[in-house]
């Protein structure tokens, strides 16, 4: 996945580890994430209906996905939303499943080291995420919070004896009763879906867990968190700004805007560099920023500015980097 101006998506962590699916029905496509690749139960909450114009996927007046490419083995489609820039919309790049297990079938091992696009996947629910609003509702009593704790390791199914055994990496050896009982459900042959990897004999699946209990005036939240297919306990980690990041950073941004206008355009550079500090992902901040400080002359600033989006792998800001601020 990349932007449509060929940038990377903007701080977005762990893209290497994440895959994007997509199921394309006659009227409708699906977005699966990597825990339910291409099982029988699809989730409606990501379903979308579409209309095909040509070759554009029209999913309302707003917004649809352009077909870039379409073939036996791959598909690329690029997103449209009404009033966004290149920058700000996405690429996907799509290769068929089939292909993608036909190659590791072709290495000819008897072990499989599983990946989201290989499975095998869980049957069970494997993560549950609580969030309450304590302006409304009671927190959990004492005796009812969760524990916080993890711990990682690899679940090893041998298909020949039909047998599955969990080797432990890392983990606080006190909750070692806790750990035993909760990766008891991970042990159970029937609740692991392993029609796609019957050739191998020995399946091996890097996996990490997390319980965790947070509580602050107005937001409890707990849950006990899955990742498969690596033991990076990051993969949990949501650099995503919280929803008062998100409404900080607008205002700042509107005020920004406000001051531009009235052509007061020092205060407007120092309302939309608050804006970006406040919430890093507001990639038009930085992008105003930068141009503002060139125009009151400002350029060393901008050309930092532009330095850092450039080596975040954003194409205008190297672009423009490369016009005005290389000597």
Known sequence: MEMKDGSKPFLLKNIPDKNYNIIIEKNSYSLVNDYTLFDTQRSLKFNTHYTLVKNILV?????SLTIEKLDKDSLI???NIKGFEAKDLHKYF????DILLQNLENNKKDTLVATSVSGPRPKFSITKRHLKDLTRQKPLPLTERSMNYRFNGNIYINLQSNSISIELKDYEKSFINNIEKKYKELTKLSNWNLSSVKRFKIIKIPFAFESYYELSDEVESYGEVYHFYSTDFNSFLDNSPSREQLANS???FKKGVEEYQKNNLELAVDLFEKAYKVNPHNLDAYYNSASIS???GKTEKACKILEYLKLEGQKTAENDYNSKCQK
């Open 77 to 79: 489609l690029s997103q």
């Open 94 to 97: 799509y290769v068929r499943k």
């Open 59 to 63: 999913t309302s007046s707003e917004s």
């Open 294 to 296: 060139f125009a009151i």
């Open 250 to 252: 607008n205002s700042f």
